[in-house]
């Protein structure tokens, strides 16, 4: 049964890291804070492994689904860049 919100622990942490990367990231691009990019970023990685553990747990939520592999998309993609062609 498909829900609205995360139901599983993991699955509650991995979204709230996701959302928290965005928020950070955001903020990092409009206003330059002082915190390092690759700070934000672990948050970010640590967001999709925790999406990833909640998917084989079982997760069943629409914004799991929706925002969460939007995020953890954008996470990889992004880092594998980085690492690919490093400026």
Known sequence: MMTFL???AS????FGL???FVVLFVLKVVVPIPLP??????VGIAGVVLNVIALFR???SILFY???GLISSFVLFWVGGELLFPH
Request: aromatic fraction near 10%.
């Open 18 to 20: 996701s959302l928290a």
């Open 37 to 42: 990019s690759m700070a934000i970023f672990a």
């Open 58 to 60: 079982g997760e069943r």
């Open 6 to 8: 995360p139901k599983t």
């Open 11 to 14: 699955g509650k942490w991995g």
């Open 66 to 68: 929706v925002l969460g």
